[in-house]
Structures are given as C-alpha cells and as structure tokens.
C-alpha cells in the first residue's frame, strides 16, 4: 500500500465517522425537540434581557444632570513608614513662577509649610510641601527614599493657552 492510499483511506475514515456523528447528533435533536429548541432561543433570550437591562433608569444619573458638589479639603500629614519622616507632597520645579499660587492654596488649605528640598538635612521637612528643583532630582531622590511622600506633582509649564500660560501636571504616588 502506497502512501497516498493510506492517507486516502484515512481520510475516508475519518469522513465516514463525521457523517456518523453528524447523522446521530440530528436525531438526537429530532428526538429532544424542546432542548434543541431551548438552545437555540437561549441567546436571543440573553440578549433582549441585556437590552431591556441598558434601558433600565439607573441611580448614576441625576435628573438635573448636574452632581453634587463635594467639599475638598487639604492633604492629610504624611505618616512616616520606612523612615523616621516624611514628606507630604513633594513637587517640581520649585522655581517656577507660575505654579506658586498653586502650591500655596494646597499649603494653605492643608495648614502646612513649604520648603525647599536640602539633602543635608531631610528630617527638618517632616510633613511639610517639599519643592524640588526638577523631576529629574524627584526621581533620583525617589530611588533611595521610596515610601517617604504621599504624592509628587510634577508641573510642565509649555503648554499654553492664547495669551494664557497654563501648567499641565502629572501625579504620581
């Protein structure tokens, strides 16, 4: 026998038993008419059910369309974990004009002092608003004092608005 009918002859076994069991499986749902019925309307069923639920009033809306205001308070003081302090906020650059109101409403509101970043003495600024120079020193700081602040704030004042000069930011925490 050559190879060529032995994959010939395979095959036609392997054809004969799908025609078997495709045979078997529609009698099977002939015979159990309710259950082969069932299986069809089951996701159409499914999916009215999902519509009907998308249409449904959902307490996340507000009839006027317009949430409650929520009163934001200041940032909590930092609570030292791997070291004996800790920073509350820490931010950069610390020389920019622009951001200055910004991080004083947050000193403010959180009764906290600001204070620039000096790496011979770190613990004087215990819970207070640290200002770095850039985020490039944040991120230099960060590998040898990680868990040490609750958040950074790093500020990009190049982007502008038509005769308005906006601050974009990013957090990280």
């Given at each position: 026998?050559?190879?060529?009918?032995?994959?010939?002859?395979?095959?036609?076994?392997?054809w004969?038993?799908?025609?078997?069991?495709?045979?078997?499986?529609?009698?099977?749902s002939i015979r159990s008419w309710k259950t082969t019925l069932l299986q069809c309307l089951a996701p159409v069923i499914f999916v009215l059910l999902l519509l009907v639920l998308q249409y449904l009033p959902h307490n996340a809306f507000y009839e006027d369309l317009d949430p409650p205001k929520l009163e934001i308070t200041g940032i909590r003081k930092c609570i030292p974990y791997d070291e004996d302090y800790c920073y509350s906020?820490?931010?950069?650059?610390?020389?920019?004009?622009?951001i200055e109101p910004i991080i004083q409403t947050i000193a403010k509101e959180s009764n906290m002092e600001l204070a620039d970043y000096d790496p011979n003495n770190e613990k004087a600024?215990?819970?207070?608003?640290?200002?770095?120079?850039?985020?490039?020193?944040?991120?230099?700081?960060?590998?040898?004092?990680?868990?040490?602040?609750?958040?950074?704030?790093?500020?990009?004042p190049n982007v502008t608005v038509p005769n308005i000069q906006t601050p974009s930011y990013t957090l990280m925490y």
């Open positions: 026998m050559s190879k060529i009918d032995k994959i010939k002859d395979d095959f036609m076994e392997s004969d038993q799908l025609i078997v069991l495709t045979w078997k499986n529609y009698l099977i906020l820490v931010y950069a650059p610390n020389n920019l004009t622009m600024n215990d819970g207070k608003i640290v200002g770095f120079g850039s985020q490039a020193e944040i991120i230099d700081w960060l590998w040898t004092h990680q868990n040490v602040s609750q958040g950074i704030l790093v500020f990009y």
